[in-house]
């Protein structure tokens, strides 16, 4: 799922990651944690518009009887450790 993240931002000078992916225990939901150098809030809301595309992408190459329902999320850990750094 990051290849295709990146592939869908590649005309982006923005580096994006996904940091974590979190699958509920059932693997219905899947939470996906991104972090980005720019605008991280505006990269989410374009990946939750588009994330049938990417829920499309993972049922084709995931052998899973569900496909899970993705949830784009920012990642909370960078402003984590700049909290720590600066306190």
């Known amino acids: 799922l990051g290849i295709e993240i ?5 005309n982006d000078n923005n580096l994006i990651t996904v940091s974590n992916v979190s699958v509920s225990t059932d693997f219905r939901k899947a939470k996906v944690y ?20 990417f829920q499309n992408i993972l049922g084709n190459k995931v052998p899973l009887k569900f496909t899970p329902v993705i949830e784009f999320v920012t ?9 720590m750094i600066n306190n």
Request: aromatic share 8%; no cysteine; charged share 25%.
């Open 6 to 10: 990146l592939e869908y931002f590649s």
């Open 34 to 53: 991104i972090s980005s150098l720019i605008n991280t809030t505006e990269v989410v809301e374009l990946l939750n518009k588009n994330k049938a595309h």
């Open 75 to 83: 990642d909370p850990s960078p402003d984590y450790i700049d909290k």
